[in-house]
Nanobody, 115 residues
Framework: QVQLKESGGGVVQAGGSLTLSCVAS????????MAWYRQTPGQQREWVAS???????TYADSVKGRFTISGDGAKSTTNLQMNGLKPEDTAVYYC?????????WGPGTQVTVSS
């Protein structure tokens, strides 16, 4: 069974940058969308950004202008470039890859932004 794995999380000062990466352990057929979500303790998982295999991107208002999503459906990979990080961006970040049959999720990577 194909699994996703995020990397690139860590601790950064406010105003800093991180790039998260997500790779699949195998090939995922007919990928149509790749996305990132985040979650803080006691809160629901929050959508952050999406990219379609056609290259169309959308962002949550809270990250628009600061985060950039990229992805390659054929390689089942997606990245999230995060600039201008704020303490409120602190969360566990999850990648998701979607095809017509199911959603694939990674286990998450912690991002901590210190003030």
């Amino acid at each position: 069974q194909v699994q996703l794995k995020e990397s690139g999380g860590g601790v950064v000062q406010a105003g800093g940058s991180l790039t998260l990466s997500c790779v699949a352990s195998g090939s995922i057929l007919s990928v149509n969308t790749m996305a990132w979500y985040r979650q803080t303790p006691g809160q629901q998982r929050e959508w952050v950004a999406s990219i379609t295999t056609a290259g169309s991107t959308t962002y949550a208002d809270s990250v628009k202008g600061r985060f950039t999503i990229s992805g390659d459906g054929a390689k089942s990979t997606t990245n999230l470039q995060m600039n201008g990080l704020k303490p409120e961006d602190t969360a566990v970040y999850y990648c998701k890859i979607i095809n017509p049959w199911r959603d694939y999720w990674g286990p998450g990577t912690q991002v901590t932004v210190s003030s």
